[in-house]
């Protein structure tokens, strides 16, 4: 999973300020160096959220991940056994 250089409570601060209107999106984006694409999908992701459910969010994506990886491995394990089956 990509890291990123921003915490969550870094992403919601920046999401509340444009949604109260204290700042536009193209100050927002340039204050913390990101395209406005990159807020506009933050806004999508968080938006609406505390943080602790924003914390919640990617401990559950970072552990989706590891499950996946697990999984193809197990999967291309068993794949490799089925061949040598087939061998015999």
């Not at 395209?35 to 914390?55: D, V």
């Not at 197990?74 to 490799?80: C, F, N």
């Amino acid at each position: 999973m990509k890291i990123t250089r921003f915490t969550e409570e870094q992403i919601i601060a920046a999401i509340r300020s444009q949604v109260s209107g204290e700042k536009t999106v193209e100050r927002v984006s340039r204050e913390l160096g990101i395209s406005a694409a990159t807020f506009f999908k933050w806004k999508q992701k968080y938006g609406g959220m505390t943080i602790s459910e924003a914390k919640r969010l990617r401990t559950l994506e970072s552990e989706n991940a590891r499950l996946k990886k697990l999984l193809s491995d197990r999967t291309l394990e068993l794949d490799a056994l089925q061949d040598v089956l087939k061998k015999y």
